[in-house]
């Protein structure tokens, strides 16, 4: 009797640490975890830094005055030199205090009265003026005007908008409609016509940029747009594939009823399918246009003249010419920068889509 | 513009091969391709590993690394050939910071082809969202039995997470090898088309678009055209005809 109360009791205390040891453990792991999000926070925090840093030099340097930008070392945030007389008699300003607000590049300097009621020049020497130097925080806006003004900036955006434009319709159409034909209409030879679509995908560029270019000399479109706008009418491998697969979950009922229906291929083309493909339509003229607006290889090889250069051949040819302009070369590589990101956060989803479809390739 | 062609048979291959610039050129690339790669994928995936984690603010940072990737190749050149300026830069003047002495980055031989390196590991954002997507289908009962078998995380990323990704990694190997050997934007502006200092830069396709274009030496170029095509061809062959040893398809086969 005492001997089984004795056992039941032992089993009880038994049961009891059981589970203290349960919520124990419970504790640990919940400590564990916290550790472990602490972790995911700390290297997100740290790699977040370290991505986005770059940006901000870009556009911290765009705004930086030209002697403030090569000096060690670096100022963080755009600080500007400043000159503040003294109270003095001062020939040119008539002895009034004044702060020196811009100096220009022949040694005269823009002045500002600290009284009011002053009256003589707003543009002084400055030996005239013998002031103190003083580094505060501003922006230097002049890095924008003087840049975009040095390479002609609204003619290159133009030229690059006219061949993005161009080439996004080419490769819409073109692509759009060869995927019809290889997804929605039976044909003999059709599996292997896309066999060898998809193996030019194999291709580099620089296998056939030679061969190419022989056939642009031949036909005289050097130095104008159409060796980089015609190609967009002829297809693009990746695309046509992306199309394809996108027109195959398409059910086969809605195109048989409206070839019942009486409608042509065409129709079935334009008033099925393509309104049905909105989302991945969408991604092929978004990836277009990005491809466009960066290509650096085609302008480079096809366009001569200055007055046809596109915005990245601008850039490029303007870094080669005033590598020390880093103020100047900042501001204009911003400007050909937020287009882009403007673009993605405008069309994230169809944007993150497009390259996880990329992915599933594999 | 172009000359007439002219039959020379193998001649323009016969130069070739004799060309050193040829073989740094070769060199160059291979460099590039064996270090960016595998660099690139694995910050690629540690960046994923690290969203995939279920905590607030995911879609700020996923943003955050991913940007970049899309910066336009020309303005990206010229913003890292700011930050990597040897006196100036920000990555110098970082470095100064811990107290070590930066490198003289794109003017200096050793170290123009590395820094090319560090500035392609900041473009992974595309890499990073391929892997992220892949991540989602990792079934994630393996992981609690994992846990529950007492495996570390490590053990549970080695052999639950990479596994099951194998068909992405192996993806993005193959995209990679076939980008490094593209590889030309970026060496072109930030040497100013010259491929300096000391051929470091001069990769293959840079080097065969100033024979084309700079020498207008378009058979010679077409020659390496031909070398590059069989290059990539065979590398693609080879990586496809091995993937079933180290590929795991979800067991469908």
Known sequence: ?362 | MLKPPVWVGLANYRTLFRDPVFYTALYNTAYYAVFATPLGMLVAFLLALLLNQKVKGMAVFRTMFFVPSIVPMVAGSVLWLWLLNPQYGLINALLGVVGIQGPGWMSDPKWAKPALIVMSTWGVGGWMLIYLAGLQDVPQDLYEAAEIDGASVWQRVWNITVPFMSPHLFFTVVMGFIGAAQYFTQAYVMTNGGGGPVDSTRFFSLYLFQNAFQYWKMGYACAMAWILFIVILSFTILLFKTSARYVYYGGER
């Not at chain 1, 003026?129 to 840049?147: A, D």
């Not at chain 1, 019942?260 to 003229?285: N, Q």
């Open chain 1, 1 to 362: 009797m005492i001997n089984k109360a004795l056992r039941q009791d032992e089993n009880h205390t038994r049961r009891r640490t059981a589970v203290e040891k349960i919520a124990v453990s419970n504790a640990a792991a919940r400590r564990k975890k916290r550790l472990l999000i602490g972790i995911t926070y700390f290297c997100l925090i740290v790699l977040g830094t370290a991505f986005t840093l770059p940006f901000f030099w870009l556009v911290s340097t765009s705004l930086k005055p030209a002697e403030r930008i090569q000096i060690w070392p670096p100022d963080i945030l755009p600080k500007r030199t400043i000159y503040i007389t003294q109270k003095m008699k001062n020939p040119s300003t008539n002895g009034a205090e004044v702060i020196v607000i811009k100096r220009n590049p022949d040694d005269t300097v823009v002045i500002t009265p600290l009284k009011p009621g002053y009256r003589g020049p707003r543009k002084v020497s400055l030996e005239c003026i013998r002031p103190t130097e003083r580094t505060v925080y501003g922006l230097e806006w002049s890095n924008y005007t003087r840049g975009l003004t040095f390479i002609p900036f609204l003619q290159q955006l133009r030229n690059t908008l006219i061949i993005c434009v161009i080439c996004v319709i080419g490769t819409l159409l073109s692509c759009s409609l060869v995927a019809y034909g290889l997804s929605k209409i039976e044909w003999k030879g059709r599996g292997l016509l896309f066999m060898i679509i998809l193996s030019t995908m194999m291709l580099p560029y620089q296998v056939i940029m030679v061969p190419v270019f022989a056939i642009f000399v031949w036909l005289g479109w050097v130095d104008t747009f159409l060796p980089l706008t015609v190609p967009a009418f002829l297809g693009n491998a990746f695309f046509i594939f992306l199309l394809r697969q996108f027109f195959m979950t398409i059910p086969r009922d809605l195109s048989e009823a409206a070839k019942l229906d009486g409608c042509t291929e065409f129709d079935i083309y334009r008033r099925i399918i393509i309104p049905l493909s909105k989302p991945a339509l969408a991604m092929v003229g978004l990836w277009t246009f990005m491809g466009a607006w960066n290509d650096f290889m085609g302008p480079l090889i096809y366009l001569v003249d200055e007055s046809k250069y596109t915005l990245s051949l601008g850039l490029a040819m303007f870094l080669g010419q005033y590598g020390n302009e880093y103020g100047m070369l900042m501001a204009v590589s911003t400007v050909v920068t937020i287009p882009i990101i403007i673009l993605f956060f405008f069309t994230q989803r169809t944007f993150i889509q497009g390259i996880t479809l990329t992915g599933l390739k594999a």
